[in-house]
C-alpha cells in the first residue's frame, strides 16, 4: 500500500501513536529510519539486556527474534506499513515489547513455533490492551456480551475502560478497517485513577504494567486472550452509536 498522507487521523485507533513526535507520524511521506534511531537512543528504548534498539533494513538472515536480542537491531522494511507500525509500536510500548523478545527466546527458536510463541506472536501482531477498573466489565467482553458491555455500560466504558492496540498488524488494517476486524486482548486491571492520567502517561503506565505481567505470567496458548471486534469499541466509528450495530451476529459473535 502507498503512503497515505492522513492516516493518524483515519480512526481513533490510532491514538496511542499520537503519543509521539509529529516527526514520527508525519503525514507527508515515509519516515527515515534515522529519525526512529535518533528516537530509540534518546528515550533509551532498549532490548532486554539493555542494548538500544536500532532499526535497521539490512538482512543478515539471522532469526528475527534472535538478532534482536543478540545485536538489538530490528529489522524494518523501509517504505513498508507493517514495518513501520511495528517500529512505533517499540516506541510506545518499548518494555513490553522488550519483555516479548525475551519471552520468545526462552521459549526457544526454532524452526517451528510452539504454542507458547504462537501466543507471543498474536500478541504482538494483533492485541489490544485493555485497561479496566471493574472486573465485571471484563467478564462482559470475555463472554461476549456484547450489546450488555458496549450499549448498557457505554457511559461506564468511558470512565472505566481503556482501548490500547499494540499489535503492529493490527494498526495496519485500520488504514483500511473491515466490520469484523479483530484483535486479541489482554486485560491491565487499573485503578479508577488511571483514566485521569493525561494519554501519554497512561500509555507509559500500561506499558511498564504489561511487561511486568507478560514476564510474570506469560501466555502459554492463544487461546488466552479474548476477542474483539475492535470495530465495536465506542467512539471507532459513527456506526456503532446505534444499538442494531451490534446485532450483527457474524461479527459480534456470542
Not at 532469526?63 to 514495518?83: C, F, G, K
Not at 465485571?136 to 470475555?142: D, H, R
Request: aromatic residues 10%.
Amino acid at each position: 500500500m502507498s503512503w497515505q498522507p492522513d492516516w493518524l487521523q483515519r480512526s481513533p485507533l490510532f491514538a496511542p501513536l499520537m503519543a509521539l513526535p509529529q516527526a514520527l507520524t508525519r503525514d507527508d511521506d515515509w519516515i527515515d529510519l534515522d529519525l526512529l534511531n535518533q528516537y530509540a537512543t534518546a528515550h533509551n528504548i532498549t532490548n532486554a539486556s539493555g542494548q538500544t534498539i536500532q532499526f535497521t533494513a539490512s538482512d543478515t538472515g539471522q532469526a528475527y527474534e534472535t538478532r534482536i536480542a543478540e545485536t538489538s537491531q530490528v529489522p524494518t522494511r523501509v517504505n513498508n506499513w507493517h514495518d513501520y507500525f511495528n517500529a512505533l509500536a517499540w516506541l510506545i510500548w518499548p518494555h513490553s515489547k522488550a519483555a516479548l523478545n525475551q519471552l520468545h527466546i526462552a521459549a526457544g527458536i526454532t524452526a517451528q513455533r510452539d504454542r507458547r510463541r504462537d501466543a507471543l506472536t498474536l500478541l504482538d501482531e494483533s492485541g489490544v490492551i485493555v485497561a479496566c477498573a471493574d472486573p465485571a466489565l471484563w467478564q462482559l467482553l470475555q463472554q461476549h456480551q456484547w450489546s450488555e458491555l458496549f450499549v448498557g455500560q457505554r457511559e461506564r466504558i468511558e470512565k472505566e475502560m481503556a482501548f490500547h492496540l499494540i499489535g503492529h498488524a493490527l494498526y495496519e488494517k485500520a488504514l483500511q478497517p473491515y466490520p469484523a476486524m479483530t484483535g486479541k486482548c489482554q486485560v491491565i486491571m487499573v485503578q479508577a485513577e488511571f483514566f485521569t492520567l493525561e494519554p501519554a502517561q497512561r500509555q507509559q503506565q500500561l506499558d511498564r504494567l504489561l511487561a511486568q505481567q507478560l514476564l510474570q505470567h506469560p501466555p502459554l496458548t492463544p487461546g488466552e486472550f479474548a476477542a474483539l471486534p475492535v470495530l465495536g469499541i465506542p467512539g471507532v466509528t459513527a456506526e456503532n452509536s446505534d444499538p442494531s450495530y451490534y446485532q450483527n451476529t457474524r461479527v459480534f459473535r456470542p
